[in-house]
């Protein structure tokens, strides 16, 4: 299909849970995509303080959790790819892939964007597709508003900020709700909870 607006929604969903859905959903409805398409990294390249799940296990919650959704895909792009991915990498490669007929957004929430001026060739990054950040609990929208403008400053480059009704919820905290025994009951789609419970994650 030609001119579509595509979203991009990249993250490590260890697990995925309802402030990525109602993040991804408010961008696809406010800056009318035809699609959004979620894509678990593979081995992260900012090391993280803890032990990854294997990839094969956070692409399957993924799938499960946007299930409901027909406007919602998953991409195994990055899990297939071996060594670290960078979201440089990944852009190029959707943008070979949609880029000269439609119109990526890579749609992250603030804190990741305030990581944006460390990552790898952001200047590319930002030629590939449009930055969407949405907003999120602890990180205040008018720090939002001044790390936007500088990035404009620097690179000459617009990133949209989109107002997300505010969950307060992390994967971080449901891994440690999890390993403590207590309940993620309307945190996450039960679909993905009864994955977890089955596979014995986060324990
Ligand atoms: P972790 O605690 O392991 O870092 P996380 O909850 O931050 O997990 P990630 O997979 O790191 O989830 O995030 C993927 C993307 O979703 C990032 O752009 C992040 O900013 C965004 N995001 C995650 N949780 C929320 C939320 N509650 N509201 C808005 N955006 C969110
Ligand atoms: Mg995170």
Not at 2 to 29: C, S, W
Not at 148 to 162: A, D, H, N, R
């Given at each position: 299909?030609?001119?579509?607006?595509?979203?991009?929604?990249?993250?490590?969903?260890?697990?995925?849970?309802?402030?990525?859905?109602?993040?991804?959903?408010?961008?696809?409805?406010?800056f009318h995509l035809d699609k959004v398409i979620f894509t678990p990294t593979g081995t992260p390249p900012h090391k993280k303080g803890y032990r990854v799940t294997p990839a094969e296990d956070r692409y399957l919650m993924t799938?499960?959790?946007?299930?409901?959704?027909?406007?919602?895909?998953?991409?195994?792009?990055?899990?297939?790819?071996?060594?670290?991915?960078?979201?440089?990498?990944?852009?190029?490669?959707?943008?070979?892939?949609?880029?000269?007929?439609?119109?990526?957004?890579?749609?992250?929430?603030?804190?990741?964007?305030?990581?944006?001026?460390?990552?790898?060739?952001?200047?590319?990054?930002?030629?590939?597709?449009?930055?969407?950040?949405?907003?999120?609990?602890?990180?205040?929208?008018?720090?939002?508003?001044?790390?936007?403008?500088?990035?404009?400053?620097?690179?000459?480059?617009?990133?949209?900020?989109?107002?997300?009704?505010?969950?307060?919820?992390?994967?971080?905290?449901?891994?440690?709700?999890?390993?403590?025994?207590?309940?993620?009951?309307?945190?996450?789609?039960?679909?993905?909870?009864?994955?977890?419970?089955?596979?014995?994650?986060?324990?």
């Open positions: 299909m030609k001119n579509q607006k595509v979203g991009i929604m990249g993250g490590t969903f260890d697990p995925i849970h309802y402030g990525h859905l109602v993040t991804a959903e408010a961008a696809r409805t406010h799938i499960l959790a946007v299930n409901d959704n027909p406007f919602f895909d998953v991409s195994r792009m990055e899990i297939e790819r071996t060594g670290y991915s960078y979201t440089v990498d990944t852009l190029e490669l959707f943008y070979n892939e949609y880029g000269q007929d439609s119109k990526l957004y890579f749609i992250s929430g603030a804190d990741a964007v305030f990581d944006i001026l460390t990552w790898k060739d952001v200047d590319r990054v930002l030629s590939y597709c449009t930055f969407i950040a949405a907003t999120r609990p602890g990180y205040p929208v008018d720090k939002l508003n001044q790390k936007l403008s500088q990035i404009k400053k620097l690179y000459g480059k617009e990133v949209y900020p989109m107002e997300v009704t505010g969950l307060d919820i992390s994967s971080t905290d449901i891994r440690m709700r999890i390993k403590e025994g207590l309940s993620v009951k309307y945190l996450l789609p039960e679909s993905v909870e009864i994955y977890i419970n089955k596979n014995g994650l986060y324990r």
